[in-house]
């Protein structure tokens, strides 16, 4: 048997022993250390249990606490445990087009919503996040803590939009480089879509790197007046107001590429749906092994004990008797 918190005999044996030295000794010195109302409970004189019983009793009581906290152990040895699930790069859209409010408040937002989704879906998989626009940079490092991914997706607000045109093929190495070492490779974007020429580069990379792309489109056919970050409407050098639409060629692109797409709607069921695809296809690939170290804990024992006999103790104190 061994101690998990050996520590613990040393930082509060000493005080134990002068403790019980002091209580089973001098009463007068016994009174310039502790608080009067605190010695009457602990050194009772009279009624019920003898007073060196009583005391005899807390003493194994504390004794045995502290023993507890240092937690007895019977060690079985090195176990690894096979650590399931995927990991999986996502990426937000930051580009201007994402300000625009087809989708309630707008697209932007929208698309943080369909993130945080996305992340409680995935409870048990690593998931990195990127922002792309016209050069895309790392949100958050590989991570299964989902409440810290949230968080920093939900940091991402309209001062982060680049109203430079978005190059997919930068997300495309950068992508790479940051699945390089993972396999299966997944990156999944949140985007209003691409245009086939902004994206031919990116289908390139996509292919010769063998990363599966999948898409959450958000935005309508109808589309949204392009807006500035004064919330004012673009106008085009004719005099008419820019508009964007949702754009599926990139959903089309991720077909090609064993992956799958959906459109983004109100509910969660369109996640639901992609993230049975992804796992349905990987079958919650395999991370790797940990090893863990496998024991029996034993110091409920001596802790059930401890506070059976400081139960006793305490309930043999005598009681006041009114006059």
Avoid at 36 to 52: I, Q
Avoid at 118 to 131: N, T
Avoid at 253 to 276: C, F, P, R
Wanted: net charge negative; hydrophobic share 45%.
């Amino acid at each position: 048997m061994t101690f998990v918190n050996p520590q613990f005999f040393w930082a509060l044996l000493i005080p134990f022993v002068v403790f019980a030295f002091l209580i089973s000794t001098n009463k007068e010195r016994l009174s310039r250390v502790f608080d009067e109302k605190v010695l009457k409970r602990l050194s009772a004189t009279d009624e019920s249990m003898p007073m060196v019983v009583r005391n005899i009793l807390m003493l194994i009581a504390i004794f045995l606490m502290i023993v507890a906290m240092a937690r007895p152990v019977m060690e079985k040895g090195d176990k690894k445990v096979e650590v399931e699930g995927l990991t999986l790069l996502s990426a937000l859209d930051i580009s201007g087009s994402m300000r625009s409010k087809d989708v309630y408040p707008n697209r932007l937002t929208f698309a943080k919503t369909k993130m945080a989704q996305f992340f409680d879906a995935m409870p048990s998989d690593e998931i990195g996040v990127v922002a792309f626009a016209y050069s895309p940079f790392v949100l958050a490092p590989f991570s299964s803590d989902k409440e810290t991914l949230k968080m920093m997706v939900e940091g991402v607000d309209d001062s982060y939009i680049n109203m430079g045109s978005t190059d997919f093929s930068a997300l495309g190495e950068l992508a790479n480089t940051l699945l390089e070492e993972k396999k299966p490779k997944v990156l999944v974007l949140f985007t209003d879509g691409g245009d086939e020429e902004a994206i031919a580069g990116f289908a390139d990379i996509l292919k010769a790197n063998e990363i599966d792309l999948y898409v959450v489109l958000i935005g309508t056919d109808k589309g949204a007046p392009v807006l500035d970050e004064n919330g004012k409407p673009f106008t085009q050098q004719d005099g008419t107001i820019a508009i964007t639409q949702r754009n599926d060629a990139l959903g089309e692109l991720a077909k090609e590429n064993g992956g799958a797409y959906v459109v983004a709607s109100n509910g969660k069921e369109d996640i639901t749906q992609l993230v049975d695809v992804i796992r349905g296809k990987y079958k919650n690939q395999q991370q790797g092994e940990v090893v863990i170290k496998e024991r029996i804990e034993y110091f409920y024992y001596p802790l059930g004990l401890g506070l059976l006999f400081l139960l006793i103790a305490f309930s043999s104190m005598p009681r006041r008797r009114e006059v």
